[in-house]
């Protein structure tokens, strides 16, 4: 154990335990109000439940470093984790709990979780187990790429059905993150995409016909569309969100209003603790609070992808680059909403927002992250003592 620790990426440790707890500040300074005034619940209300998630979340994280993470490529596992994950959107689509307009969670008590959000790292699980396995065939689609393909499209077809696109357009960003860095030559990727046009094609039509095409072009989600024109003429409607979202981040400023001082969260921001928490972050603690927040999280991402490139393993490489891509994608769409530049899709802000769910996954996925980059470290150290014993030996 100490040998391992030893070998820990304490810098991403460091990171992740300044984001979570920055998180948990800001989940209780965002929600007060939503707490009382809408729920009739205690003001730290979801403040208790961050806590309480954020603990077992970091104890899990800890286990799922040490545990190798080469036990996670076996066939077994990856049938019983993909099967376990096809049932349990399949479950939840049919008995699930409905909000926000998609049949998305089980509700167990108090708690809720959502499936989906543990679909995106079984993917990436999954596809780098596969392609990590077939790097000598790996322009071989008919047998090495395709398959994975087919599965990965009947998932995205599941999560469509609830409907959350925001969750099945970042698992396919995800997958398409993995492949591109594979090792596939040019025209195999090229070929690739047509068959990603091609499956896009077929989903599209399967929501068709299965009755679920209202949804995908309902007013409320056009309205997505629409509101980003001009939010301020529209912000007795579509506009809302975006339009109170830009004021608090006008409002904020360079050194913001301070913190627990926001206005937008007194119901101007119906989700001021979830989606749009960074417009809190930026109302409150000004550009130098958003500045924390991005450069932290982009620090994470970027040295997952660094770290891939030093990775001998395949397997464990291409676990580095699905999980830096994951956490870089949700950035990007949950920042591009809050500021107006891509439609809301309500996806939360890893590590920030609120959602026992969403922080359970990323702390698996820093687990799994801490555990390639240990064993890797490792390694290293053993070939630097060998060579170091072989050039006293000459």
């Given at each position: ?31 007060m ?33 040490i ?41 167990l ?27 000598d ?32 357009l ?97 119901g ?21 609070g ?19 490139a ?85």
């Amino acid at each position: 154990m100490k040998r391992i620790f030893k070998a820990y990426d304490y810098p991403i440790f460091i990171a992740v335990v300044l984001l979570s707890l920055f998180g948990l500040v800001m989940v209780y300074s965002s929600s007060m109000i939503t707490a009382v005034a809408r729920y009739e619940k205690e003001m730290d209300f979801f403040f208790q439940n961050q806590k309480n998630a954020l603990i077992l979340s970091f104890i899990v994280m800890l286990f799922v470093s040490i545990l190798p993470y080469k036990l996670y490529k076996h066939k077994i596992f990856l049938m019983v984790m993909m099967g376990s994950i096809a049932m349990l959107l399949l479950i939840v689509y049919i008995f699930g709990h409905t909000a926000g307009g998609a049949t998305s969670w089980f509700k167990l008590g108090a708690r809720s979780m959502q499936p989906a959000e543990f679909s995106k790292l079984a993917i990436i699980i999954y596809l780098a187990a596969i392609y990590g396995k077939r790097q000598d065939r790996i322009n071989n689609l008919d047998k090495a790429v395709i398959p994975p393909i087919v599965f990965l499209a009947g998932i995205c077809f599941l999560i469509i059905l609830q409907p959350d696109y925001g969750s099945a357009l970042i698992v396919l960003a995800i997958a398409a993150t993995i492949i591109l860095c594979s090792g596939m030559n040019l025209k195999s990727i090229v070929k690739l995409g047509l068959i990603f046009l091609l499956v896009a094609g077929i989903i599209g039509f399967a929501v068709v016909i299965t009755g679920n095409s209202s949804e995908v072009i309902s007013e409320e989600r056009l309205s997505r569309f629409t509101g980003l024109n001009d939010p301020f003429e529209k912000e007795g409607d579509e506009g809302f969100q975006l339009a109170n979202s830009l004021l608090a981040i006008g409002s904020g400023g360079i050194m913001g209003v301070g913190l627990g001082d926001s206005v937008q969260k007194y119901g101007y921001l119906p989700e001021a603790h979830t989606d749009f928490i960074m417009a809190v972050i930026a109302e409150e603690l000004g550009i130098f609070g958003v500045l924390f927040v991005l450069l932290t999280l982009g620090f994470i991402v970027l040295r997952g992808f660094v770290l891939s490139a030093r990775c001998k393993d395949p397997f464990g490489s291409l676990l580095l680059i699905g999980i830096s891509s994951m956490i870089g994608i949700q950035v990007a769409i949950n920042v591009g909403g809050v500021t107006g530049l891509i439609p809301i899709t309500g996806i939360t802000l890893p590590f920030i927002s609120y959602g026992g769910s969403s922080l359970l996954l990323l702390m698996i996925s820093m687990g799994l992250m801490q555990n390639v980059i240990m064993r890797m470290n490792l390694l290293e150290q053993k070939e630097v003592v060998q060579q170091s014993e072989q050039n006293h030996n000459m």
